[in-house]
């Protein structure tokens, strides 16, 4: 462990490695692809990987404001990377969902995380690897 990890709590230790491990996950992603991707664009694809939804359930759903969530879906347009389409029965809302090219992007970077997961368990060992991923889905109650 880095000498600066040594002195944070919980909460900022969660923080560090959830930073780095979006850093390692961009630059990989990034470096292996010509379409280059955000954190933030990738929170969005998460949410609407699989499914057909609106531009306000991503909105509500992402913990980004509402004006970058639109610029961010702006740009995954641009990059041809999802569709956004008029709703029958409702003028007011878009609806939203993946191309073919955003599911198998989304997909493609799923690969690339995995190779990170396992380059931890490689390190840590795949019981401990477990062990926090279990730690992680269970109720903290908070």
Not at 42 to 52: D, L, P, S, T, V
């Amino acid at each position: 462990m880095k000498l600066e990890l040594h002195n944070l709590d919980l909460i900022d230790l969660l923080s560090e490695r959830h930073l780095l491990l979006r850093k390692i996950s961009e630059e990989l992603w990034n470096d292996n692809s010509d379409i280059h991707i955000s954190n933030s664009e990738w929170f969005i694809m998460a949410r609407i990987y699989k499914k057909q939804t609106t531009i306000s359930y991503v909105s509500k759903n992402v913990d980004i404001s509402r004006q970058a969530t639109h610029k961010f879906i702006k740009n995954l347009e641009l990059k041809g990377l999802i569709e956004i389409m008029n709703l029958k029965n409702n003028n007011k809302e878009k609806g939203i969902q993946l191309t073919t090219l955003g599911e198998e992007c989304y997909e493609k970077n799923e690969a690339l995380k995995a190779t990170i997961e396992k380059k931890i368990a490689d390190k840590l060992g795949d019981k401990q690897v477990s062990f926090l991923i279990e730690i992680l889905k269970s109720d903290w109650g908070l």
